[in-house]
């Protein structure tokens, strides 16, 4: 089973509508964070999280909220879905004591918003 | 300017040949840095690491020279296996385990 689960794997959703994208992992690690990623822009920060208190804005992170419901579970929402956020995005895990880059990414969510 | 800039490609090399990736970072206090791997349609994984005395892991080297903020990937002896887009990342001292990725190069290795 993979480490690091993400539901929905693909959206196509309309402007407007709420979307809730999910992220579980299996790997103990206090760390999660949320990125997207468009062609030619690589992957972006939305929101990181370091324990279950801890919420941060990253570097793009307008239109998005995230909640922290356990240790295992980091969950991204677009309270209302526009066009620009059509993407592929990540949720991601790390661990301090694992070195600062090694970051676990789950297969990613394609989302598609008409 | 990008925090982390790389050439996109696509770089079309023969099966066999040596390939070499740049990547500049523009933040001069940036700690860390590291190359992830992404194949078509799949998640980002760790390759390696970048210290500055450089290093190898068997077929692929990576150096990183501060003074000019430039880092560096070759890859030696290519296999069709290799081809994949390599993103350049750049962790930067904030307190906190934060990684800023380029928009990767695409590689494709031909038989």
């Known amino acids: 089973d993979a480490d690091v689960t993400q539901t929905p794997r693909n959206r196509i959703t309309k402007t407007g509508k709420r979307i809730m994208l999910e992220c579980s992992q299996t790997?103990?690690?206090?760390?999660m964070y949320w990125y997207r990623q468009d062609p030619g822009l690589g992957l972006r920060l939305i929101y990181y999280?370091?324990?279950?208190?801890?919420?941060n804005k990253g570097e793009i992170s307008d239109g998005y909220s995230v909640s922290r419901q356990a240790q295992a579970k980091f969950s991204l929402s677009l309270e209302s879905a526009i066009p620009n956020q059509t993407a592929l995005y990540f949720c991601?895990?790390?661990?301090?004591?694992?070195?600062?880059?090694?970051?676990?990414f789950g297969p990613g969510t394609r989302l598609t918003v008409l | 300017r990008k925090e982390v800039e790389q050439d996109p490609g696509p770089f079309n090399v023969p099966e066999g040949a040596t390939v070499a990736f740049n990547c500049t970072y523009s933040?001069?206090?940036?700690?860390?840095f590291f190359w992830y791997r992404q194949d078509c349609r799949k998640e980002p994984k760790l390759l390696m690491s970048?210290?500055?005395s450089g290093n190898e892991d068997g077929r692929f080297t990576a150096q990183l020279n501060r003074a000019s903020q430039y880092i560096s990937l070759l890859i030696r002896d290519s296999k069709l296996s290799d081809s994949a887009t390599y993103l350049c990342?750049?962790?930067?001292?904030?307190?906190?385990?934060?990684?800023?990725f380029g928009q990767g190069t695409r590689l494709t290795i031909n038989p």
């Open positions: 999280s370091f324990d279950v208190k801890d919420i």
């Open positions: 991601a895990t790390s661990d301090p004591g694992q070195g600062r880059g090694t970051q676990y």
């Open positions: 990342v750049v962790s930067l001292f904030e307190g906190a385990q934060k990684l800023v």
């Open positions: 970048v210290y500055s």
């Open positions: 933040n001069s206090a940036s700690q860390s």
């Open positions: 790997k103990g690690h206090d760390r």
